[in-house]
């Protein structure tokens, strides 16, 4: 089955400085990569998405990358502001053509102002 | 657009003792998954319902069970609880089939006394 490992699990950076998240993934018939970040006493909110027919994708600061020879995807943060603050996860499918995930044990990011 | 209603938000509960959640999902999602979140172990996956037919189910003991409803509203239950069964259970919606776009609701934080 499907198995996603996350590094690093904490991250502390400055306010301003880049933040990156990398996963790797185990199966190569996956086909959709979600990232999550989970606020204090909230559930998980879906922050950006790839498919594997895209390298990257970006939506204004956050962005992701996908390498699909190495099996590994990356989030990146650009010009961090405290409230990005919170555990961010990564995610792969764990059965093809249902919405089962795998998700990966979570990073701790703190921006300091 | 409503989103994933999970209720009750908390709930306190002895050992030995059974409960039963709640999950509305997104008007139009037919797949309903649950999570239990505990720091030590992150995001396990339960099971996932789609229209009415459990499809996907994680390694959890038989003590855990689920239903969803004919409007796609879901249930879990756990009896005899145990201690270790303290943690936020989560439930997230989507089209089904692969389509992605998993939303999460904010959780049941469930404490075994």
């Known amino acids: 089955g499907e198995n996603v490992e996350q590094h690093p699990s904490t991250l502390s950076v400055q306010e301003g400085d880049s933040a990156v998240i990398k996963c790797t993934y185990s199966?190569?018939?996956?086909?959709?990569f979600p990232w999550y970040k989970q606020e204090l006493g909230k559930g998980p909110q879906l922050i950006i998405d790839i498919r594997s027919n895209v390298g990257e994708k970006k939506d204004q600061r956050i962005a992701v990358t996908l390498n699909k020879t190495a099996k590994h995807f990356s989030l990146h943060i650009t010009e961090t502001q405290p409230e990005d603050s919170a555990v961010y996860f990564c995610a792969a499918p764990a059965v093809y053509n249902t919405d089962k995930l795998i998700f990966g044990t979570g990073t701790r990011l703190q921006v300091f102002p | 657009k409503a989103g994933v209603t999970q209720t009750p938000r908390y709930l306190i509960k002895t050992r030995g003792q059974q409960v039963t959640l709640s999950c509305s999902p997104i008007s139009g999602h037919r797949s309903v998954s649950w999570y239990q979140q505990t720091p030590g172990q992150g995001l396990q996956f339960l099971f996932e319902y789609f229209s009415e037919t459990q499809r996907n189910k994680g390694n959890f003991p038989g003590r855990f069970s689920g239903r969803q409803f004919s409007n796609s509203r879901s249930e879990m239950n756990v009896s005899t609880l145990e201690l270790g069964d303290s943690a936020l259970y989560l439930c997230?919606?989507?089209?089904?089939?692969?389509?992605?776009?998993?939303?999460f609701g904010s959780g049941t934080r469930l404490t075994v006394v």
């Open positions: 997230a919606s989507s089209r089904g089939q692969g389509s992605g776009g998993y939303t």
């Open positions: 199966d190569s018939a996956s086909n959709y």
